[in-house]
């Protein structure tokens, strides 16, 4: 059951694969959504469901990449704004948003919304092997789906000191400058062998403290199997909203 029963939610897709060279994750919404997400938000207990559905993304192969710049950021860019737009409004008409990516690049959105809405920025917890805090001077490849924790610091939509980066196997040497510069806490591969997910999840909990928290994902179905990322998913999605086993 949940135990923030008969809570509404918001559902809003984004199907941004802009900030990657793989194809693939702006499938992510439709997966999410065919893995039963609605079924199994109303079998435990969400009383209203709202889903947006899809915000318009430019598709790629009709977009030239602008020169001097980390690759459609103008671009990625506008869907953001739009994004952090529906965040805000969904979060101070009452509802916990839940929005389906697409590539890391829409966290910006999302973490501007939050911050909008609340008056601050929220506590983050980053999931990824990759700490997504390279800046257009430090990427090496110039997409922008390594850069939204950059992004979200410069705009003030983060706070590096309630801040947690979880799962670090692969981070590029300028992004440990500014990991150490700004003081993130973070916990590698390594470290999560050695504490165990439980112990590192807690510690994280502990450093974003009591408020709004932004977790994220990505799904590229096309690497998938049998849908099984966006099962995992949608069962992520109802603990965020309070399942529980008994």
């Known amino acids: 059951m949940l135990a923030s029963a008969q809570r509404r939610v918001e559902i809003l897709g984004v199907p941004m694969d802009l900030g990657a060279d793989r194809r693939g994750v702006d499938m992510g919404p439709s997966a999410i959504r065919y893995a039963r997400l609605h079924e199994r938000l109303r079998v435990h207990g969400i009383g209203e469901i709202v889903?947006?559905?899809?915000?318009?993304?430019?598709?790629?192969?009709?977009?030239?990449?602008?020169?001097?710049?980390?690759?459609?950021?103008?671009?990625?860019?506008?869907?953001?704004?739009?994004?952090?737009?529906?965040?805000?409004?969904?979060?101070?008409?009452?509802?916990?948003?839940?929005?389906?990516?697409?590539?890391?690049?829409?966290?910006?959105?999302?973490?501007?919304?939050?911050?909008?809405?609340?008056?601050?920025?929220?506590?983050?917890?980053?999931?990824?092997?990759?700490?997504?805090?390279?800046s257009p001077r430090t990427s090496p490849s110039g997409n922008v789906h390594g850069m939204p924790v950059y992004y979200a610091v410069e705009a003030g939509d983060m706070n590096p000191k309630r801040s947690v980066l979880i799962g670090l196997r692969d981070v590029d040497p300028g992004e440990k400058a500014t990991i150490r510069e700004l003081g993130i806490s973070a916990f590698t591969m390594t470290d999560i062998d050695r504490l165990g997910m439980e112990a590192v999840v807690g510690r994280a909990l502990d450093i974003v403290g009591p408020g709004p928290v932004h977790v994220i994902t990505e799904i590229n179905p096309i690497l998938d199997s049998e849908n099984r990322t966006a099962i995992l998913a949608v069962e992520l999605i109802l603990s965020a909203l309070g399942k529980t086993i008994l």
Do not use: M
């Not at 009709?62 to 869907?79: A, F, M, N, R, T």
């Not at 009452?94 to 910006?108: E, M, N, Q, R, T």
């Open 51 to 134: 889903d947006r559905g899809n915000l318009v993304v430019p598709d790629r192969d009709l977009e030239k990449i602008q020169q001097g710049d980390p690759k459609y950021l103008g671009l990625i860019q506008s869907v953001c704004n739009v994004l952090a737009d529906s965040v805000e409004r969904a979060v101070k008409d009452g509802a916990f948003p839940i929005v389906l990516g697409g590539d890391h690049s829409i966290a910006i959105g999302t973490l501007a919304g939050l911050r909008r809405a609340r008056g601050e920025a929220p506590g983050l917890i980053w999931f990824d092997a990759h700490a997504d805090i390279n």
